[in-house]
């Protein structure tokens, strides 16, 4: 087992995959393609990767409040991520995670966590979320730091 | 901390004023436990973001609730919708796309909301008074009910506000609270000369800045020796709540919970103290266009909505002059603006010049633009960070001005003397 990293469950779900991180806050309406999963805003760090089924740590969202409209549609059209890591309890995202629940029974599993236990997120790790907020990250030896926000 | 709710909350909660409205506080008292909230309590007023057509989940959402027989309880503008209602066809909007827009448009009209279709219903009647709580969803409308109008709301994500406002409830946390409205940070505008201070190109610029260095936190602009208009505010709170989560500013002399510093920080020490001199504001400047190539397809105007003002400000500068055939050139409004406008006289201008209105709407949120448009210009900072992602296109940053000069010469033109030392 790798490192476990302690976290607030903010909306309690189980998920597993590859993590996709960076330091740089995003917004989704404008920062996200729900068709296809990917990050569009060009500014961003993680701009043209493709973020559906992975864990995705970001700090929190940013700008404008049609990221929660933005995050319903991927949970509805399966290109959400498997779950959202964040250092702040991000309201944007937990709303879409509770409506998605509300409607499609379908939550996104969203962890809060501390800034230094954030900060050893680093995309191309694995990772596994739990309901009580343990974010376990697997082979973190051998992971590559693809993208990293500044 | 546990979360009390009313005798009224559980009532509703038991579904004892329907289900529409037992759904809307279900998800209003789940979110209050996200934010950690002791309480809820009542607005006056909301504002929703919900409106625009965002794709099949939103619309699911708005007809469900719609269909459960949901009604707001209290006076509730609605944001911009996904298509202008009556001027849709003039546009490369699909029919289908336009047919789902129009269902959610009706969807949130039948739960009993003003169909305002503004992005600045801060400029409508319904604009809130000082320390009223209210629910405002949209990022460039929450920053101007809270810092210049003194109104009290949170940065209400679409599909919670309408909930809001079908309840009349919110969690009392956040900007709701005094204790909350400190400013964090200050931010001092240092040998900033006021012939800059004085233009309004220098507010969505400054804001742009503001917004990347405050990030989620309380920005107090300090050094601010001229006196903003309401456009200008709105101009530097729509880019600051763009290039960062901004809900809040506060300018020392301007904004009315910051009549002196030591009141805008409620008697506390700023966390940091960041001195803005003119070149990190020409840095800013430059950011905002995309592009250095002068090839110009579109002159956009009216992120956030144009004002009557605006228009007032705009008919002049295209008096005797006509737009470059190979140029668009387009405000977006609302369309009671844009009715005031025109009988204020300002449309013939602009008509005359070979221009064009879009209300209810804006290019951002409607399909609208054909593929042929790639190259923008504009004098909101808010199309300018957000047109290269979301539409792919290229965006040059100006002056209202250059904007009108750019669209007669048909190629892109800017003045950017003013930014330099002097």
């Known amino acids: 087992m790798g490192r476990v990293l302690i976290g607030k469950p903010v909306v309690p779900g189980e998920a597993q995959g590859l993590v996709v991180a960076s330091g740089e806050p995003l917004s989704f309406w404008g920062g996200y393609d729900y068709h296809s999963g990917e990050i569009i805003d060009r500014r961003h760090p993680l701009s043209g990767q493709r973020v559906a089924g992975c864990i995705l740590a970001l700090p929190f969202t940013r700008g404008s409040s049609t990221t929660t409209a933005v995050l319903l549609e991927a949970v509805k059209a399966g290109t959400a991520p ?9 309201t944007f995202f937990a709303l879409a995670s509770i409506v998605a629940d509300e409607m499609y029974q379908s939550p996104i599993p969203l962890v809060a966590l501390d800034e230094l236990d954030f900060s050893c997120l680093h995309s191309g790790m694995r990772a596994t979320v739990t309901p009580d907020g343990l974010v376990t990250l697997l082979e973190p030896e051998s992971a590559s730091v693809i993208v990293q926000g500044k | 901390m546990d979360l009390n709710l009313s005798a009224y909350d559980r009532s509703i909660l038991a579904g004892e004023h329907g289900p529409a409205a037992q759904l809307a506080m279900n998800i209003v008292m789940r979110m209050a436990q996200v934010y950690g909230a002791e309480e809820l309590l009542d607005i006056s007023g909301a504002h929703i973001d919900s409106t625009i057509y965002i794709g099949e989940a939103g619309l699911e959402f708005a007809e469900r609730l719609a269909g459960l027989g949901a009604r707001v309880v ?6 911009v919708s996904g298509l202008d209602e009556h001027g849709w066809q003039d546009w490369a909007v699909p029919p289908d796309w336009a047919e789902k827009a129009h269902r959610q448009m009706l969807a949130y009209q039948g739960m009993g909301c003003i169909p305002t279709w503004t992005c600045a219903p ?12 209210i629910a405002w969803g949209e990022s460039n409308a929450i920053v101007f009910a809270n810092s210049v109008l003194g109104a009290r709301t949170e940065r209400y994500p679409d599909l919670l506000d309408i909930c809001c406002a079908i309840t009349g409830r919110v969690p009392a946390v956040g900007l709701h609270l005094t204790k909350n409205r400190a400013g964090q940070l200050l931010i001092r505008l240092v040998d900033i000369p006021l012939e800059l201070q004085q233009e309004d190109i220098f507010y969505p610029v400054l804001g ?15 050094g601010l020796t001229a006196q903003p208009s309401e456009d200008q505010l709105k101009a530097l709170g729509a880019a600051a709540a763009s290039s960062g989560a901004v809900a809040l500013f506060h300018i020392v002399g301007v904004t009315p919970e910051a009549p002196s510093l030591g009141v805008a920080f409620q008697d506390r020490q700023p966390e940091r103290t960041i001195d803005i001199h003119l070149p990190m504001l020409r840095q800013a400047l430059q950011e905002l266009s995309s592009t250095d190539r002068d090839t110009l397809h579109m002159v956009i105007l009216g992120s956030p909505h144009f004002s009557l003002a605006e228009f007032r400000q705009l008919a002049p500068l295209l008096e005797g002059k006509h737009v470059h055939p ?6 977006t409004s609302s369309r009671a603006m844009a009715l005031l406008a025109k009988q204020a006289g300002c449309l013939q201008a602009l008509e005359d010049f070979g221009g064009k209105v879009t209300v209810d709407t804006c290019i951002l949120a409607s399909p609208m633009l054909p593929p042929s448009v790639g190259m923008l210009m504009t004098n909101s900072a808010k199309y300018a960070y957000y047109a290269p992602g979301m539409l792919n296109t290229q965006v040059a940053f100006g002056s209202l001005e250059d904007c009108v000069r750019s669209a007669v010469a048909g190629r892109v033109i800017r003045e950017t003397s003013r930014w330099d030392a002097y």
């Not at chain 2, 209290?74 to 944001?79: A, E, I, Y």
């Not at chain 2, 990347?212 to 936190?217: G, S």
């Not at chain 2, 190979?326 to 405000?331: G, I, R, S």
């Open chain 2, 326 to 331: 190979d140029v668009q050139f387009l405000v």
């Open chain 2, 208 to 222: 742009h800045l503001v917004g990347k260095i405050a990030q989620d936190n309380i920005p107090v602009i300090a």
């Open chain 2, 74 to 79: 209290v006076p509730t503008t609605l944001n």
């Open chain 2, 122 to 133: 801060y400029q409508t009647e319904w604009k809130p008074s000082f320390g009223q709580q």
């Open chain 1, 82 to 90: 498997a779950a959202i890591l964040t250092t702040l309890v991000d």
